[in-house]
């Protein structure tokens, strides 16, 4: 048996017709949610599934390589500040253009703080992770005249398919239909293409080797798996998601701030993919909707949000380690065996 | 030669405040292999319990008085840390460690509102003990005398911790606790209680650490985040788990910092990070670290 003809058999397998119904489902509410929701909650969804990007890009180290990143606002920063300098050095609106220098740049970056890193496992691996990535926020912060400091970079509403949309819907200059319609629209399509590419990673062999090596080290070694080189490509590939979902933050927000490059920016990345479940692979992309939704709620309710969000994140790890999806799943499976009984 | 001295007596005062935290940081990961990120907190726990003690003591007590009530700060971060490791970390020492320092991110966030729930937004002072020491005049340069007070307070810590570590019967048992934890548990003894215990002396440490500088840049929001990173800066230099690499991380990280500050502000933590990442590479696990 060739090992395609094995790829493309395990593939069907994991394609079950329950499976492909549910995506669907997800994909037609997900497509229509424009239409029924005010533009505010429309907003709030995009942010969603921007995070939602950013987790699971965030989640090919922790959930399948077994690395725990606390640095990856470097590469939602980098993307983020890639946009903002293109519009503000070369004048460009493209948002395609964007997404291009984005994901180079946090490919960039990644090459470099994935050398060091990739060296180490474990805490020594997190916490290099961290103290790399503060480099960007302190030249950020420091080199204002570049960065623009705490001020920070403002993005203006890009252009979309070098215009198509515009020439095809005609113009509308108000910018909250822009984000959300057009913009919507866009994010979602790069939002389930970064999501089947990411389905296809971890299913292909080089993500079963990244498991393997998550599981056991040694062996995975003995095997065969170049242990150092898969984690640093896993490492440039998860950067690159995560730029590439800070290229897509950056017009939805307007403007970007060493804040993006700040450690607790990493964690809130970090929390996302725990809330959800990092043992499984839709758990980070709930999760990054959740925890969107989770901070709106609790910086309106209270200037305490942090310590709401803390002492969810506390009761989550003592009591919920498997997240939502992982939790949702054990209640599915323990319904089901009880009804057998 | 002014220049030169007050450079040496700035490094030395960012050294001590350094050491005091790393010191915390890295005794709690040789003992527990944990990596407390809510440590940064418990430093500004120290200063803002220091601050507020002294606060209201100034005017009623005797400037010598309020020396002692400085470690009123150290004694809450201590007593913090005696209740939040039985609680917090004690149920996750079987899980993988993601989970631990997961559930110390979370404590940074519920600290770092909790002082600004108690304190408000706004810095808390007291500089009525760095006022009573005034200036001293060394080798020519004048310095403030609480700057020297600290350099000693630091210096006279590291002795302490290196006895307490070396030289005692309980540091024995908590070298053999760090060693292998099984073992020591073995011969008999309570690794309970000597993680209790050596995670209070952590975070005694870091409140020190905290309130012993707060008379000179205050209490406010964010130094706990701000003094966790350069604490971590300064264990990857010196060996994650080593006091010694503690020490001299301390010394390396405080005078770039006071060298950086005065030359080159604006790359200075960036060339902090680039140190700390050559010293990883040519040796994995820091100056002075085992594995």
Request: aromatic share 12%.
């Amino acid at each position: 048996m060739s090992a395609p003809g094995s790829v493309a058999a395990a593939t069907q397998a994991l394609l079950t017709p329950g499976r492909l119904a549910a995506v669907a489902l997800s994909l037609l509410v997900l497509g229509v949610l424009p239409l029924i929701l005010p533009p505010f909650d429309t907003l709030q969804v995009s942010y969603g599934l921007i995070l939602g990007i950013a987790a699971l890009g965030f989640n090919l180290l922790l959930g399948y390589t077994g690395l725990l990143s606390f640095g990856h606002s470097a590469f939602f920063g980098t993307g983020a500040y890639a946009a903002a300098f293109l519009v503000k050095y070369w004048g460009v609106r493209s948002m395609e253009a964007f997404i291009v220098a984005g994901v180079l740049a946090s490919l960039l970056v990644a090459a470099l703080i994935g050398a060091v890193c990739v060296r180490y496992t474990r805490i020594f691996f997190g916490i290099l992770a961290l103290a790399l990535s503060q480099v960007l926020w302190s030249l950020a912060l420091k080199l204002f005249w570049v960065t623009g400091g705490t001020d920070g970079l403002r993005v203006p509403t890009p252009t979309l398919l070098g215009g198509a949309f515009t020439q095809a819907f005609g113009v509308q200059t108000d910018k909250t239909a822009f984000l959300a319609y057009r913009y919507y629209y866009y994010v979602l399509a790069v939002f389930v293409l970064a999501t089947t590419v990411m389905w296809v990673i971890v299913h292909s062999p080089f993500g079963k080797a990244l498991q393997a090596i998550r599981d056991n080290e040694v062996r995975a070694e003995f095997v065969g798996v170049q242990v150092r080189r898969y984690r640093y490509v896993a490492f440039l590939v998860s950067g690159a998601f995560t730029g590439l979902a800070g290229v897509l933050w950056v017009p939805l927000n307007g403007l970007t701030t060493p804040e993006v490059l700040y450690w607790p920016f990493s964690g809130r990345i970090v929390f996302m993919a725990v809330l959800g479940g990092f043992r499984t692979f839709w758990g980070p992309i709930v999760g990054a909707f959740v925890y969107n939704y989770l901070e709106v709620w609790a910086v309106s309710a209270t200037v305490y949000w942090q310590l709401v969000l803390g002492v969810i994140l506390v009761a989550l790890v003592l009591t919920m380690p498997t997240g939502l999806v992982g939790t949702a799943g054990q209640l599915l499976a323990w319904l089901r065996r009880s009804r057998r009984a | 030669m002014d220049t030169l001295v007050i450079h040496v007596l700035n490094s030395l005062f960012y050294a001590s405040i350094l050491f005091l935290i790393a010191s915390g940081l890295t005794l709690v990961y040789g003992v527990m292999r944990i990596v407390n990120m809510a440590h940064g907190n418990l430093y500004a726990v120290g200063a803002y319990v220091a601050a507020w003690i002294v606060g209201l003591a100034a005017g009623s007590f005797p400037p010598a008085a309020l020396f002692l009530l400085l470690l009123l700060g150290a004694g809450a971060a201590a007593l913090a840390g005696a209740i939040l490791e039985p609680t917090m970390l004690r149920p996750l020492y079987r899980r993988p460690e993601e989970y631990q320092l997961l559930v110390t991110f979370g404590l940074l966030l519920i600290l770092e509102d909790l002082l600004r729930l108690v304190w408000g937004p706004y810095p808390l002072t007291a500089s009525a003990v760095s006022d009573t020491l005034g200036s001293i005049t060394i080798l020519g340069a004048t310095y403030p005398g609480y700057n020297i007070f600290v350099i000693l307070i630091g210096a006279g810590a590291a002795a302490a911790l290196w006895a307490f570590v070396y030289k005692t019967r309980f540091g024995v048992m908590l070298r053999a606790t760090s060693q292998d934890m099984r073992m020591a548990a073995a011969l008999g003894v309570n690794v309970k209680r000597v993680y209790v215990q050596a995670f209070t002396i952590g975070c005694f440490m870091a409140g020190l650490g905290g309130a012993v500088v707060m008379p000179i840049s205050g209490a406010v929001l964010g130094m706990g985040v701000e003094a966790l990173i350069l604490a971590f800066v300064v264990v990857v230099i010196g060996g994650l788990g080593s006091l010694e690499g503690a020490l001299v991380g301390a010394v390396i990280v405080g005078a770039v910092r006071t060298v950086g500050i005065t030359y080159f502000a604006e790359v200075e933590l960036a060339l902090l990070y680039l140190i700390a990442a050559v010293v990883l590479f040519l040796r994995p696990a820091g100056l002075f670290g085992r594995a």
